[in-house]
């Protein structure tokens, strides 16, 4: 018995000991924290309604809630650790790196993205510039073969005007189609379906029926159009290597033809692309010649269009490197692939945790402070340069894998893997800002573009309305005495063009004088809008930009108006190298910490009872 009372004399004994040390630890805890209270903020000490508590938190709220929750302790350690929390969340990647030690494996991702997607930019322009060149040089080489007396930049004024001139040209352009082996400097062939090559197709369109004399001023027509067809063979026999006149009985009836049209396919293959390391591609080109007689004008516009198709070549050998180099850029894209998939699944983890975080906040603010968190507040979590690098990192992803199936042969999407390509590069190179705005001088762009945003699309829907205006009534008024005024297209181009001062005495000049009603109108029309947009418009669009710009400018040096949720992370005051952000994820809440807290808030307490 007296070996047991020894033992609960002695566990009472440390019992103690353990109540004063914690009640003296938290007791100069207090003094320390009233202290720098007194210096900081010296009305705190003069309401007795305050009670201080670790990163400069609502005490008076959490003592009254304390006595009505038993875990106050708890919340005041997950209210301190939501801000370290926001404030982390804000940090730019420097502080990040001092306040856990977390590197910036985002940054670095970008700058490599940045030179490997330029790069393969630059390898996929460099291919697609061949391809364009020799679209661009066939669809002029078949103008001069198939069209009589052609001569380059003749297409607005290439027409006929005579009945023979056009059956001079179709004949002209039937006998070249035939004589193409004998005559192309190129490798144009023939398409074949199966064992035979493909027809030329000699089509006319009339009118079904038609009776028209001018003279009388009368005519009785059906507007419903015919089509008459007739095909040549390319193997068909030549005299003396020219057509006979008129083998096939063609004629055309003029006072109802409404267009003729020539349609034949030729094919070609790419063989410069040898000379820089790539597989070459092959052409099919769907040429259409058309002598355009819709306006029955009396003259008879012809063009030539063509259509190009690239298709992967069926059988094909080429000797050396060639096919060492397409493997190289393969896996080059492969790793730019990987590259943009890290981007994306880090920036996406990015975007999840601000969201996460967002909800966190507003439930929490909700929770204690009985307030829905502003709309702005809440887009602060929403990181804009994060979305737009992972639209970029989409784009980039499926841009490189069509390239990869462009070199392999597989796919020809070349339109479409320039688009994703260079939009992906674009948005690439912009994201760069996101990290340029970390430093105070760059940054001030941003925050005026920002800033003025919405000003901007606001005052461009006004203005906006006025140029339509100005757009249709030039269209419908000088439509018929002006080029640059024929289509709605035409007239937005040249009223953008005047807006920038561009082409202004080639606007008025040209204007037709045969009504002079009209080129009256015209000179009030292109000097109201000039005056209007110019002076007043354009200044007015500068002078916002310009009065955002000098506010922000104000702001960045005397402050920037706080919101609740940046006042609530300033009364975080932990920088990011005190070592209190390692915290959150290495240093559990103790019970020790809890009753410090607890015996903390009852020294207060009686303090100010007293």
């Given at each position: 018995m007296r070996l047991f009372a020894r033992e609960d004399f002695f566990i009472s004994i440390i019992k103690t000991i353990i109540l004063i040390t914690v009640v003296k630890t938290a007791s100069l805890d207090y003094m320390d924290v009233q202290e720098t209270e007194h210096v900081l903020c010296p009305s705190a000490?003069?309401?007795?309604?305050?009670?201080?508590?670790?990163?400069?938190?609502?005490?008076?709220?959490?003592?009254?809630?304390?006595?009505?929750?038993?875990?106050?302790?708890q919340e005041l350690l997950?209210?301190?650790?939501?801000?370290?929390k926001l404030k982390f969340f804000f940090m730019n990647p420097c502080e990040k790196f001092w306040a856990r030690g977390r590197k910036p494996w985002k940054l670095g991702i970008q700058l490599l993205k940045i030179a490997m997607v330029t790069i393969q930019l630059v390898f996929f322009g460099l291919s697609n510039q061949m391809v364009v060149a020799f679209k661009e040089e066939n669809t002029v080489a078949f103008k001069h073969l198939f069209l009589k007396g052609y001569t380059d930049?003749?297409?607005?004024?290439?027409?006929?005007?005579?009945q023979m001139d056009v059956y001079d040209q179709i004949y002209f352009a039937i006998n070249q189609y035939l004589q193409l082996r004998t005559i192309s400097v190129g490798n144009h062939a023939y398409e074949k379906k199966g064992a035979e090559e493909t027809a030329m197709a000699i089509c006319q369109y009339f009118y079904k029926r038609g009776t028209i004399s001018p003279g009388n001023d009368t005519f009785d027509i059906d507007p419903e159009i015919e089509t008459e067809c007739f095909y040549v063979e390319p193997m068909l026999p030549l005299e003396n290597g020219t057509l006979r006149k008129n083998p096939f009985n063609f004629t055309l009836d003029f006072h109802r033809l409404v267009t003729v049209q020539l349609t034949f396919k030729l094919k070609a293959i790419n063989l410069q692309t040898v000379r820089h390391h790539e597989l070459p591609d092959c052409y099919d080109f769907t040429l259409t010649i058309v002598f355009d007689n819709k306006a029955h004008s009396g003259r008879i516009k012809i063009s030539l269009d063509n259509d190009i198709a690239?298709?992967?070549?069926?059988?094909?050998?080429?000797?050396?490197?060639?096919?060492?180099?397409?493997?190289?850029?393969?896996?080059?894209?492969?790793?730019v692939i990987l590259t943009c998939l890290a981007s994306l699944i880090l920036c996406t983890r990015s975007v999840i945790k601000g969201i996460r975080l967002q909800r966190e906040f507003v439930s929490f603010f909700f929770h204690h402070y009985k307030k829905d968190v502003s709309f702005s507040d809440q887009m602060e979590f929403v990181n804009g340069w994060y979305i737009m690098i992972i639209v970029s990192d989409v784009l980039t992803i499926i841009g490189s894998t069509l390239k990869m199936e462009i070199q392999a042969?597989?796919?020809?999407?070349?339109?479409?893997?320039?688009?994703?390509?260079?939009?992906?590069?674009?948005?690439?190179?912009?994201?760069?800002?996101?990290?340029?705005?970390?430093?105070?001088?760059?940054?001030?762009?941003?925050?005026?573009?920002?800033?003025?945003l919405p000003n901007v699309i606001r005052f461009c829907c006004c203005a906006a309305m006025i140029y339509l205006g100005y757009c249709f009534c030039g269209w419908i008024v000088l439509g018929p005495y002006h080029v640059k005024f024929r289509s709605l297209n035409m007239v937005s181009e040249c009223l953008f063009s005047l807006i920038n001062g561009d082409d202004m005495?080639?606007?008025?000049?040209?204007?037709?004088?045969?009504?002079?009603?009209?080129?009256?109108?015209?000179?009030?029309?292109?000097?109201?809008?000039i005056s209007l947009f110019?002076?007043?418009?354009?200044?007015?669009?500068?002078?916002?930009?310009?009065?955002?710009?000098?506010?922000?400018?104000?702001?960045?040096q005397e402050g920037f108006p706080e919101t609740e949720l940046h006042a609530f992370i300033?009364?975080?005051?932990?920088?990011?190298?005190?070592?209190?952000?390692?915290?959150?994820?290495?240093?559990?809440?103790?019970?020790?910490?809890c009753c410090k807290r607890f015996v903390l808030m009852k020294i207060s307490t009686n303090n100010f009872e007293a």
């Open positions: 000490m003069e309401n007795p309604e305050v009670v201080v508590s670790s990163c400069s938190s609502h005490d008076d709220e959490n003592l009254y809630s304390y006595k009505q929750h038993p875990s106050m302790c997950l209210e301190d650790q939501l801000r370290r930049r003749m297409d607005d004024t290439y027409a006929v005007y005579t690239i298709k992967e070549c069926k059988d094909w050998h080429v000797s050396g490197s060639i096919q060492k180099n397409t493997h190289y850029m393969m896996i080059f894209d492969a790793f042969k597989s796919l020809t999407s070349y339109d479409v893997c320039s688009i994703l390509l260079g939009t992906s590069t674009m948005l690439v190179w912009l994201g760069v800002i996101r990290y340029l705005g970390f430093f105070q001088k760059y940054n001030l762009l941003i925050l005026t573009l920002r800033a003025a005495f080639a606007t008025f000049a040209k204007m037709q004088q045969k009504s002079y009603l009209v080129w009256l109108f015209s000179r009030i029309y292109l000097y109201s809008f110019i002076y007043m418009v354009l200044s007015l669009f500068i002078a916002l930009i310009t009065d955002t710009y000098e506010t922000v400018k104000h702001f960045q300033a009364q975080c005051k932990d920088l990011p190298s005190s070592g209190r952000y390692r915290l959150e994820e290495e240093g559990p809440i103790t019970i020790f910490c």
